[in-house]
């Protein structure tokens, strides 16, 4: 099964750190999306790609945060001197092009812990 | 200011009877629904959906029912296993965007 896929699944860093995590999407999913997810709250959106083309990003990127996906297939995300703040659960989601309509998949996350 | 609203965060329900999550948006240009169900320690998981050119979408013992004057969905459950049990979370998109909008979830408790 070629489902989405976050490595790695767990990280802790320290304070003022930079940490990358990585997607693999769907092989034939063009698009491709961050989503953070804190405590008792649903995903929110980060950023969206369009192949590679990094089409929207949300107030809730800031600039210490930062997307790539430079050949259309798989994502980075690096996040800069690391703050409490940003511990969350990093999901990664892709979909399909064509439509109107937008059923994302879900990889399993990356669940980062900033000390 | 939360667009898509989960106003329970938890539901108990008994093997075999019928599981109602609801679900509230006030966004009047969303018309694109969807319900994932995720487990701890994995990413959520689509569900079903719905567009809002209907009211009703069916998939086996899951069915969504869409209010657009109510601005309100619900997810039936019927009948429920315990392998239902996760958080349900709803989540609302406007035609042709590209972004979902998730509520915070409900959690479900299916007991033998």
């Known amino acids: 099964d070629t489902g989405v896929s976050q490595d790695p699944r767990h990280k802790i860093t320290k304070r003022g750190q930079n940490v990358t995590f990585r997607c693999d999407p769907i092989s034939e999913h063009n698009r491709l999306y961050w989503y953070r997810q804190t405590l008792g709250q649903g995903p929110e959106f980060l950023t969206y790609f369009q192949n590679e083309a990094q089409l929207e990003k949300s107030r809730l990127l800031s600039d210490r945060f930062s997307a790539e996906r430079p050949k259309g297939s798989f994502s980075t995300l690096e996040i800069q001197r690391t703050e409490q703040g940003d511990s969350a659960m990093y999901l990664c989601a892709s979909s399909p092009d064509g439509g109107s309509y937008n059923e994302q998949f879900f990889g399993p996350g990356t669940r980062l812990t900033v000390l | 200011d939360q667009q898509v609203k989960q106003n329970s965060p938890s539901l108990s329900v008994q093997e075999g009877r019928i599981s109602i999550l609801n679900c509230d948006y006030t966004n009047s240009m969303f018309d694109y629904f969807l319900w994932y169900k995720k487990y701890p320690a994995e990413g959520p998981t689509f569900l079903i959906s719905?567009?809002?050119?209907?009211d009703k979408n069916e998939d086996g013992r899951f069915t969504v029912f869409l209010n657009k004057s109510a601005k309100h969905l619900s997810l039936h459950i019927v009948p429920s296993q315990p392998g239902d049990s996760a958080v349900y979370f709803c989540?609302?998109?406007?035609?042709?965007?590209?972004?979902?909008?998730f509520g915070k979830g409900t959690m479900l408790l299916v007991s033998p």
């Open positions: 719905i567009s809002s050119i209907k």
């Open positions: 989540a609302a998109s406007p035609l042709g965007y590209s972004t979902l909008t």
